[in-house]
């Protein structure tokens, strides 16, 4: 069984650009949630896809947006990049319902100039 | 509204000696608790969850968390760490659609 896969594993980008992360979750996952750590901060919650629906949001602007394909694997979408924006990003997948386990990938360390 | 407290930033400990990481939470909604390990440059690991029944909890790597509904906490404990516990611990409530509510973490600290 794999695990969690994120890539690419770092990225840099200028304020203004966007970028566009990915995440393939754990075989027989249909859910997945994607977390924004800043430096020295717990994950925040960002969103959930559930069967390629959103179906939870953090408190996060639009300009952060997301996709779910019919393998369950994930994209996060940020617009018009600020400086804050400087985080490591976290894809966890989970078979679904309020009690599945999370299981996290590696993260993508994102740095905004 | 959910929001985890974890009560200390770092706990600095000697080998071998026990350690108990602190993490208060208030939830309005049922409680789902967690504990999770990063390593550094590394991705979260589930450590142990309380989701109903013995709030005696236990998780891998020889650590335990005790969920008190009446003081509305879940520490985290182990009777003897070693050099390899030393990590970024992190509790967290929640779960399902609204995603897992996070505290700022404790580092834990193994001292020779």
């Known amino acids: 069984e794999t695990g969690v896969t994120q890539s690419p594993t770092h990225l840099i980008k200028t304020r203004g650009q966007q970028v566009t992360l990915r995440c393939s979750s754990q075989?027989?996952?249909?859910?997945v949630s994607w977390y924004q750590q800043a430096l020295g901060q717990g994950p925040q919650f960002i969103f959930q896809?559930?069967?390629?629906?959103?179906?939870g949001r953090g408190n996060f602007p639009p300009r952060f947006s997301g996709l779910q394909f019919p393998n369950y694997s994930s994209e996060l979408n940020v617009n018009a990049l600020e400086l804050d924006d400087s985080a490591l990003y976290l894809c966890?997948?989970?078979?679904?319902?309020?009690?599945?386990?999370?299981?996290f990938g590696p993260g993508t360390r994102l740095t905004v100039l | 509204a959910q929001s985890v407290t974890q009560l200390d930033s770092q706990v600095p400990v000697f080998e071998e000696a026990p350690v108990e990481l602190r993490c208060n939470y208030s939830?309005?909604?049922?409680?789902?608790l967690f504990w999770y390990v990063q390593y550094p440059n590394q991705g979260l690991q589930l450590l142990l969850k309380y989701l109903s029944g013995s709030t005696l909890v236990k998780g891998i790597n020889g650590f335990e968390a005790e969920f008190n509904k009446s003081q509305t906490s879940f520490h985290l404990r182990k009777p003897s760490v070693h050099i390899s516990d030393t990590a970024e611990y992190f509790c967290a409530v929640g779960g399902g659609a609204d995603g897992l509510t996070f505290g700022k973490g404790t580092h834990l600290i193994i001292q020779p």
């Open positions: 075989s027989g996952h249909n859910t």
């Open positions: 939830s309005s909604v049922s409680v789902y």
């Open positions: 966890a997948s989970a078979r679904g319902g309020s009690t599945d386990t999370q299981y």
């Open positions: 896809y559930y069967r390629e629906e959103e179906n």
